[in-house]
């Protein structure tokens, strides 16, 4: 018997764009789900917060580069 493994919801935070998501949907098991409020990540509660520190790291990288500090 296959045992099935709950599923989350997280919203996009601000600021993630095409590229970010494009490399999340590569490095995790993760899903787009669009919704009336805008798109959900779904997936396992551990990999939506590993998505989450990674698109955190990305944005933070990309804020860094715009202001000129890398």
Do not use: C, S
């Not at 494009?22 to 789900?33: N, P, R, S, T, V």
Request: hydrophobic share 35%; proline share 3%.
């Amino acid at each position: 018997m296959v045992e099935e493994k709950e599923e989350f919801e997280m919203g996009l935070p601000n600021g993630v764009g095409e590229q970010m998501l494009a490399h999340a949907f590569e490095k995790f098991d993760i899903k787009l789900e669009q919704t009336e409020f805008g798109p959900k990540l779904i997936g396992e509660y551990d990999e939506l917060v590993k998505v989450r520190e990674f698109l955190e790291n990305a944005i933070r990288e990309r804020l860094e580069e715009l202001e000129g500090k890398k």
